[in-house]
């Protein structure tokens, strides 16, 4: 029977453990390029021991930024900085896929080229604060996409998809979750376009199937994963009936052979209803490949989930702010460190790289309790 320490071939990658850690917007990159900075190098270093780290959301693109130090892989720095990250993270024996993110319309013109307008399937504007060098702005009013935007965020995302290649990590994972672009051109409160990219159900997929048709023609698919929230509302989105649109989503990742679907079950702060564990349970029993469950789990939740093959992995998120050894606590029933919420996206290497590891006399202490 597998555990949480059971290494997990998935591919070409073999993760020498199932505790995952779950993708991070850390907000530590320059602003000014989108670079990834030498903080960031040893934050990751730090939790090389993860089975497989997912990167914090990357923007494509320009275009796709919606906060304030954000990375980017997009430019030949970018690779650069990035591969010094993967460098790191492979000398220490750790894997790292890299988060292909592009926000939509949660953005504001402040944090985009020239002043734009974010993007998005409808000009819909987000009920949601930006965060920006001003502080926080309600989203901008978004661009309606034309299919010319359409073709060119496709390109963005293969070249991205590149980018990563170049860059050393090990794989890449498609960010179409918590209400950023992918996510909404699938649901209809923010899609509500009349062409073939909007409508049905089949066409508010087409963007998606395209986006990840240019993302294999770079990676094999057992490099590639994805990530979804289908009962998620963070980020101002919703879908009249989440179920039908997932299962079709589902179905269609089915014959893309993708290598995991990595799901937010739970929000920070937010319980699970019976009705959205309903929908989650029967998407998974759907799902042909390899299953990455996140949202809220703790140590023995977690084992539970692996042990029962109701998961293959779980991806922990705060957990690993907190706790770079976090394999190691769960292992020997340590202590886990308490994350400072007010330095997550802010504070530079307080709260980031100076969470303590587990010291060798915590070690006994802990196998002798
Ligand atoms: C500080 C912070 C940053 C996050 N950044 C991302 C991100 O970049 N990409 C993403 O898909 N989810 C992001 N999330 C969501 C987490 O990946 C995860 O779904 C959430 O924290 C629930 O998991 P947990 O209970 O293990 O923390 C973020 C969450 C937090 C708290």
Redesign the pocket.
Known sequence: MADLFTPLKMGPNEFKNRIFM?????SRADDDTDTPTDMMVEYYKQRASAGLIIS??TQISPMGKGYIKTPGIYTDAHVAAWKKITDAVHSDGGKIFC?LWHVGRISHSLLLPEGEKPLAPSAIQADVQAYTSEGEQQCSIPKAMTKEDITNTISEYKNAAEKAKEAGFDGVEI?S??GYLLNQFLEDKTNQRSDEYGGSIENRIRFLTEVIEAVCDVWPKDQVGI?LSPTGHFNDIDDSDPLSLYSAVIEMLNEKELTYLHM?EK??GADISNKDFYILTELIKKWDGLYMA????NYMDGQDAVRSERADAIA????F?SNPDLPKRFKIGAELNTPDEAT??QGGEKGYTDYPFLQEADDKTAVAA
């Open positions: 779950a993708p991070l917007t850390r914090e959301a988060q960010h979750a918590n990530r937010v929000f920070p996140n949202g809220n789990y922990y998120g705060r957990p702010i997550f996206y």
